[in-house]
């Protein structure tokens, strides 16, 4: 599984140093590694013949949503872009399903958050970097396309999107504290999470801002009604400052006024165009409410129904609810309501296990994924391949089976192995103890 688990690692750190991997060369990037995890995991199981299928919550509607994909792809009034839509989406389950199968121990379940941690950190420090000293990456250099330069958008194209990969991070971060890190180990933690936090606040994003203290009070609410995570008062404490430096922030008359300044110009859409787009998709998905327009083609059809007024072609949807709904049809809304019913169902259940690591990461990854989300309503992060691959893996360490120790496993194996000498031994005293009568019955 080693080749497999890499290139689901390398995955994590390319997509978000890619602009976000919203371009076509890294998304052939994204269909490769995946290619070649999907080929080692399957050679793999193929030369030991060891198929088991490990089930979660979301097995059934994810089928029922490639199914949708499917026919709405095939109905689509753009083909060749619906198909390569409906390739990535593949992707994506792929993914999922092969952090599920290779996410067997809890020191893999450890290294896979160190990771992500790492990514995110490097990322914000690669965004400081590129305000506080002119940019000295020449090939992070996204000025000639991006709608606010002054704001940090540091690796990706648009701040909002940086925004987005941060709550998701943070939260995860925070919940990496509850597994009970003490002295040297507690400070190098404490310190991605400033990075992370500063990196989500220079961004401007007052949807990011707005969904990240949404995820950190779920986890506040959640660390409040369970009885079984210890160092609350760490995180509670955490979360507290977080919310006061950001206070502060917000309260900052420079701050508000370069919001202000990139609405005005257009830059930003406010929420009154947002809703303006959304009137526009309603009618969308009116002519197109049994299968979609097809997966990957609201850019080209929404030009029929964007209303008049706004400053600007609207690619996207600005809510990824109503922009999938678009795209593959009305079934798919509660399809969409299963997977988050389910998802948060199986996540509760996991909070109460007895390992630190299972609950703290679970609490995390549940609490980012609350976060974006939300921002979902407002924002297409979602559309974001690099957000997307990690919105994907944060969902899979939710509802994945409890990674067992190595330890635990060593125990349970010696304990059958234990088992089985004593019922052969068992069975050879019944094996003697026949013979012995049967001579016995011969001499009579």
């Known amino acids: 599984m080693l080749l497999t688990r890499y290139s689901l690692y390398s995955l994590l750190v390319f997509t978000p140093l890619a602009l976000g991997s919203v371009q076509g060369w ?18 793999e199981k193929s030369l030991a013949w060891r198929w088991e299928w490990i ?13 949708l994909s499917i026919l709405s792809t095939v109905f689509s009034v753009h083909t060749y872009t619906s198909i390569w839509s409906f ?83 943070l ?47 779920f986890m506040c609410i959640a660390l409040l009604l369970n009885r079984y995570f210890q160092s609350k008062k760490l995180v509670l404490t955490l979360g507290c400052g977080f919310f006061v430096v950001a206070f502060i922030v917000l309260s900052s008359t420079t701050v508000v006024k370069r919001i202000k300044t990139a609405e005005e110009m257009g830059n930003i859409p406010n929420l009154n165009a947002r809703i303006t787009v959304w009137g526009g998709v309603v009618e969308m998905i009116k002519d197109h409410a049994l299968l979609g327009a097809g997966p990957g083609t609201f850019a080209t059809v929404f030009t029929q ?9 609207y690619f996207a949807a600005h809510n ?3 922009q999938v709904t678009a795209e593959t049809g009305l079934a798919l809304v509660p399809v969409m309501a299963w997977m988050i019913i389910a998802f948060f169902v199986k996540g509760f259940k996991k909070l109460n296990n007895p390992s630190r690591l299972v609950r703290g990461t679970t609490l995390g990854a549940m609490s ?24 994907t893996v944060l969902t899979a360490i939710v509802v994945s089976p409890v990674a067992e120790d190595r330890r635990q496993r060593a125990e349970d194996r010696s304990q059958k ?6 019922r052969e031994q068992r069975t050879e005293g019944r094996g003697q103890r026949t013979e012995g009568r049967g001579q016995r019955t011969d001499n009579r």
């Open 171 to 217: 939260p995860l971060l925070l919940g990496l504290l509850l597994t009970g890190f003490r002295g040297m180990k507690l400070v190098l933690v404490i310190v991605p999470a400033v990075l992370l936090f500063a990196a989500l606040l220079l961004s401007l994003s007052q949807g990011g801002w707005l969904e990240a203290a949404t995820g950190l009070f």
């Open 368 to 391: 980012g994924v609350t976060a974006i989300l939300i921002q979902s309503i407002f924002d297409f992060n979602l559309h974001i391949p690099a957000n997307a691959i990690l919105f």
């Open 320 to 322: 990824d609810y109503l």
């Open 26 to 43: 890294a998304i052939s990037v994204i269909h490769l590694i995946t290619l070649l995890a999907l080929t080692a995991f399957l050679l």
């Open 55 to 67: 089930t979660t919550p979301l097995d059934k509607p994810i089928f029922i949503l490639l199914i």
């Open 87 to 169: 390739i990535l989406l593949c992707n994506y389950v792929i993914i999922f399903y092969l952090i599920i199968h290779t996410l067997n121990t809890r020191s893999q379940l450890r290294r896979l958050v160190y990771l992500i941690i790492g990514s995110a950190a490097l990322i914000s420090i690669i965004g400081l970097l590129k305000n506080s000293c002119g940019n000295p990456f020449p090939w992070w250099d996204y000025t000639d396309f991006q709608a606010a330069p002054d704001r940090l958008s540091s690796t990706f194209g648009n701040a909002d999107h940086l925004a987005g990969y941060m709550e998701m991070t």
């Open 305 to 313: 129904y964007q209303p008049p007024g706004l400053l600007s072609r």
């Open 417 to 422: 192995a234990q088992k089985l000498d004593s």
